[in-house]
């Protein structure tokens, strides 16, 4: 019931027409009045618990409705609010953390943004940014790059370092910074694939005691988790962009002629398309199995995630390059929404981790 309301309300109010609207009138990412929407249905709140104002559907559910988001390139907060945000208060929270916050995420009140990367590749042990004690509460001092959803986002989940040095696992610890704090600096970036981000720079941002998130220098244990979440969603999304892309090449594959012949008749395209079936249903298996994984609380998450995130990766990249192979010139050209596809995937491919990454670090988490 879930998916299939996803998938309508996608379809019907964030389909790829709304999508080249928003582009065309430089929205950058930015859509509140369809993010209110999602609101309405309920989908802000899919994680968060009963008690503080959400459905509690779990992640497979979230899956789903970040799998039909992937379908229609829609911008939304939902992976960095509704995933990335939710978990971090629900796995790191303080009860009156989540009494003040999850509430107002369930509503759509307020949306998050988890800043770690200091650098062009994800490497999330690689935390310079410093935190100094002082005064009962920290002191922030450092830059972050490239934060999706930064450019809007009303709360931020900052990794930073307590102590240590970049590259330790050990000394990491996450702070929530509101928008409007002083010291900290957000620089708008407009994206390839048209949702934006955000260069976050802290000069002496001071953060409460309050609102650390977790544990006082032993934060990476969270954040590695939370990451392994956001993860898991990317891949759905990824998943739903590339069901989409094949389906958009499938359908041109069926009515485009040469020679007097329809495409979809020559062999050498019917292979590259059964490849593309292939490897979206290992994904789609994929994908289920991680998400699983996470409502079932097993002990094999950070492995599923690696997992699910490079299928994804391989996955998109493969079926977006071949989407626009196929389509031959138009499909280089904006007027056909092939490019679109191509353009978010090269983006969601990199975010949290790209295929390289996840191979290398599915590879030691089994001893190799």
């Known amino acids: 019931m879930l998916k299939e309301a996803a998938q309508d309300f996608m ?10 609207k928003q582009r065309n009138a430089g929205a950058n990412g930015k859509d ?21 104002g959400g459905s509690e559907f779990g992640y497979v559910g979230m899956g789903q409705v970040l799998e039909a988001q992937g379908r229609t390139l829609a911008s939304s907060p939902l992976l ?31 949306t998050t943004a988890l800043a770690v990367d200091e650098h062009a590749h994800h490497a999330p042990a690689n935390v310079a940014m410093t935190a100094e004690a002082a005064g009962g509460g920290y002191t922030l001092t450092g830059k972050k790059v490239f934060v999706p959803n930064g450019h809007f986002a009303d709360l931020f989940i900052i990794a930073a370092r307590t ?34 981000a ?20 032993g934060g990476f244990a969270l954040l590695d988790a939370v990451l392994d979440r956001g993860r898991i969603g990317a891949a759905a999304e990824l998943l739903g962009l590339s069901v989409a892309a094949f389906e958009l090449t499938h359908e041109y594959l069926q009515t485009r002629k040469q020679f007097g012949q329809l495409i979809g008749s020559f062999q050498s395209l019917q292979h590259r398309a ?10 789609r298996s994929c994908v289920a199995g991680a998400l699983a994984a996470l409502d079932e609380g097993r ?27 196929m389509h031959g010139g138009i499909g280089m050209t904006d007027e056909h929404d092939a490019g679109f596809f191509i353009k978010r995937a090269r983006v969601v491919e990199a975010m949290f981790g790209g295929e390289g990454f996840h191979k290398e670090r599915f590879a030691s988490l089994h001893g190799f």
Not at 32 to 52: I, K, N, T
Not at 85 to 110: F, H, M, R, Y
């Open 11 to 20: 379809s019907e109010q964030l389909s790829l027409t709304h999508f080249r």
């Open 32 to 52: 509140p009045e369809s993010w209110g929407a999602m609101a309405e249905m309920g989908w802000y709140g899919v994680l968060v618990p009963e008690e503080f």
């Open 80 to 110: 960095q609010t509704a995933m990335v945000g939710v978990s971090a208060l629900v796995l790191g929270g303080t009860e009156a953390q989540k009494s003040t916050v999850l509430p107002k995420i369930a509503e759509g009140k307020i």
């Open 163 to 196: 102590s240590g040095s970049a590259g330790d696992t050990d000394g990491i610890t996450l702070f929530m910074v509101p928008r409007e704090t002083d010291g900290l600096t957000i620089s708008e970036l407009s994206t390839l694939d048209y949702h934006g």
């Open 198 to 217: 955000a260069n976050l720079e802290l000069n002496g941002v001071v953060v409460p005691a309050a609102d650390v998130l977790g544990e006082v220098g």
């Open 274 to 283: 059964a490849i593309m079936f292939s490897e979206i249903e290992q994904t």
């Open 299 to 325: 002990d094999d998450v950070a492995q599923m995630a690696s997992l699910a995130k490079a299928k994804a990766s391989h996955l998109a990249h493969l079926v977006t390059n071949e989407t626009i192979q």
